[in-house]
C-alpha cells in the first residue's frame, strides 16, 4: 500500500463539541487539539467549523439485490414474505441481475455520503450458487482500502427447504464471505431445532459469527430467539452472534421481554434495526437499558423488496428517530449512535472512533448539533476514508478508490 | 392583478402518462396534448420529459410556530402533551417568536418545493391573543399570488381551561381565520359536551369549516369522534369537518372502526395526518374503501414540539408510504394522492389538478414514475403556481410572489 500523506483538518467541531484541528497520520487519527502545526508534505482541508462525525456504519443491506441506477422496477408483488422471496428469485433467474455491478454502483453510493463501514447479507441459494456472493466479493475488494465490507452469507429461500443450501453456505464462507446469516427456522424452516443445529454446526466448523434475520412476531419469534440464545451460549459464541430485525421482541409482554434482553446482554448478542415504521420494532431504549448494542441499517434498497432506502445513513438514522419519537436532542445522540459508535461495536468493526488511534474514517457537515445533523441531513462537505480524502460535497473524488 | 403570459411546457408525462404538451391561459390549464402551437408572446418551457405532478398539498401544519432558518432549539422537553404545550407557551412568551417572519420563510420553502395549497393552525390563546394570527395573515396575503394558504384559529392551550379563549376564537375568525379549530375535548377540555358545543356554536356562528385535532387513542378518542360526528350531522355541516391525527381509528376494533368510518363518509368529514410513525394510524386503505378522504401533512416543522419536519411533500408521501407499508406502485399512487388530489378534496381547495380548466399549479420533476418521486423525492425541475414559473431547481425565483 503506498503512504498516504499526512492530512490536517482545520477547525472541526468532534459530535458538536468546541472547535478543534485534527492530524491524521498513517491512516489514523493522530492528534486533536487547538492549532495544530502542520507536518512537512501534509494536506491540509479548512473544515471551517463544520461538524465531524466518525464514519457513518450501515448494519444491514443487501447490495446484491439492489437496482439502484438501473431502469424502474415497477413493483406489483404480493404481500407475504414467501411472495417477495419467490418473486426476487423468479426476477433474479429471469434477468441475469449483475451483483458484481450493482453492488459496487450502490457501495459507491455509500461512501460518497459518508458510509464507510458496511455488513450486506448476500443470497445464496440453490438456483444463483454462488453467483451473488462472488459479484459482491469483487466489490468488497474493490472498496477495500476506503470502505470496509463485511458480507454475510444469507439463506434468503431457507436452509432447510431446498436441499444442499446448507453445504452452499459452508462453501460460502471458504470462498471469502465473513459471517453466517440464518432466516426465521420456524416460519420459513418449519423446524427451528434441525435447522438452528445445522446453521451453528456450519458457524462452528468455520468460526464464524452469525447475523441471523428474525422476523417472526410474538410467542413464535421468542422461542426462536431463545434457541438461538441456547446455542450462542453452549457453543461459547459470546459477541458472536447477531440479530437483524427481532420484531418479536416490540410484541412482547415487559417482563418477558427484559428476560430475553438480560439473556442477549450477558451473551453479547447485538440487534440490528431498520426501524420499519409498519412494524413492531425492539424497544430501543430498554434494550440499552438492558445493555444490548443497538445499530440501524437500511435492509434492501430500491430492489423487488421494496422502493424504499437510501445509501444516506442519516436520514436511516431519522427515520430511527422517528420510529422511536426522538425529539430531544440528547435521544437524537442516540439516534447517531445506532449509525455509528454502536454499529461498529455490534458489527465488530475495529478502530472506530475520533480518539487518537482510530482509523480516520470520518465525516464533516454544516450542522450546528448532531441532532441538526439527523433531522436535516446536511450534504456531506468532506469524506475520509483510511485517512484520505474520498468524496466532497456528495461526490466521489476520481481516485477515492485506489489502492 | 397584472395579466399573466400564457405558459407553454412542451414534452411533460403528466403523473407517468405519455409525453404531452401542456398550454395556461389565465392561469389556468387550457390545453393538454401533442405539438400544441405556441401563441403569441407565449412563455416557453422545455419539459425535457420530466413527470408533472399538480401542485403539492400540505394539509396540516403550524407554520407559525416554525423555528426553520433560526438558530438550533435545544429540545429538553418533557415527554407529555400537555409539558410540549406548557413548554412553547412560554417559550414563545420569553422569546418574543416572530409568527410573521418565520411562518412566512416557511411558506416560501414550501412553495420552493412545489407546494401551492397549504392548510396551517395558528395558535390562539390568552397569552398571545391573535399576536400569531396577524402574522399568518400577513403571510397568507404575501404569498397569496402563488400560494393559496388555509389559516385555521387553533386554541392550542385548550378551549375550557383558559377563560376568554372562545372569545378570542370568535375574534380570530373576525379577523380573517378560514377555519375553525379544535382540540380533545375530552383530555385537554376535560368537559367533552361543554367544549364541543361550544366550539360548534362558534362555527355555526360565523359559518365556517372546522378542523378539530384529535390525539385521544381509543375508546375515548372514539367517544369524542362520535360527540363531533353528531354535532356535524345536527348542524348540517356535511363536507364541512376534518379530523386531524385521529390516533383513536388505529387502535379500534375492526368492526367499531367501520362504523365510525362509514358515519365519516356520510358527513363527509375528511382524515388529516402526518402518518407517525410512532404513533397508531388511521387505517389509511379501509378509510378510502368506505369513502373518507385521508391526506397527509407535516404538522410542525422544526419547532419547540419536534425537531423533524421538511417543507417537502413528497417527503411526506414518502413517510407515508413507509408508515402504511405501500410498496406497489399501485399503492405508491395512493400516497401521492394524499399529498395531491385528496388533499385538495379534503380541504376544499378549487379548481385544483391537471385538467382543462384547473388553476395552473405544476410540479416538474425528473422522476420516471410516481412511484419514484415519492421514494426518491427528486429536485423540483420547475415550479408553476397561478400560471407563473414561481421556481426553478429548488430555488424561488426572484419574482415568485409579484402580484
Known sequence: MPTIPPLLIRDVRPL???????????????????????????????GCGALLLPGLVEGHTHLDKTMWGMDWYRNEVGPRLVDRIENERAFRRASGHDAAAQS????????????????????????????????VLRTQETM???????????????????????????????????????????????????????????????????DIHLHEPDAMGAFSLGLIL?????????????????????????????????????????????????????????????????LAGNDGIRDTWTPYGNPDMLERAMLLGLRYNL????????????????????????????TTGCRADLVLVDARTVAEAVVARPPRRLVVAGGRVVARDGALLPDALAP
Chains 1, 2 share one sequence.
Open 16 to 46: 458538536g463539541a468546541p472547535p478543534v484541528d485534527l492530524l491524521v497520520q498513517d491512516g489514523r487519527i493522530a492528534t486533536l487539539g487547538p492549532a495544530i502545526a502542520a507536518p512537512a508534505c501534509c494536506v491540509v482541508e479548512d
Open 230 to 294: 441456547d446455542r450462542t451460549e453452549a457453543l461459547g459464541l459470546q459477541g458472536r452472534v447477531a440479530i437483524s430485525h427481532g420484531f418479536c421482541l416490540g410484541d412482547l409482554p415487559e417482563a418477558e421481554c427484559e428476560a430475553l434482553l438480560a439473556r442477549m446482554a450477558r451473551l453479547g448478542v447485538a440487534l440490528v434495526t431498520s426501524a420499519p415504521a409498519a412494524r413492531s420494532v425492539p424497544p430501543l431504549m430498554r434494550c440499552r437499558r438492558a445493555g444490548v448494542t443497538v
Open 327 to 354: 425529539r430531544r436532542d440528547d435521544e437524537l445522540d442516540v439516534a447517531l449512535d445506532c449509525v455509528t459508535a454502536a454499529g461498529a461495536r455490534g458489527l465488530g468493526f475495529e478502530d472506530y472512533g475520533l
Open 104 to 135: 459496487l454502483v450502490l457501495a459507491r453510493a455509500f461512501l460518497a455520503q459518508g458510509t464507510t463501514r458496511l455488513r450486506t447479507h448476500v443470497d445464496i441459494d440453490t438456483d444463483a450458487g454462488l453467483r451473488h456472493l462472488e459479484g
Open 144 to 210: 477495500n482500502a476506503a470502505q470496509q465490507i463485511q458480507i454475510v452469507a444469507f439463506p434468503q429461500s431457507g436452509l432447510l427447504g431446498r436441499p444442499g443450501t446448507a453445504d452452499l453456505l459452508d462453501q460460502a464462507l471458504a470462498a471469502g464471505a465473513d459471517v453466517l446469516g440464518g432466516l426465521d427456522p420456524c416460519a420459513i424452516d418449519g423446524d427451528p431445532v434441525r435447522s438452528l443445529d445445522l446453521l451453528f454446526g456450519i458457524a462452528e466448523r468455520r468460526g464464524r459469527p452469525l
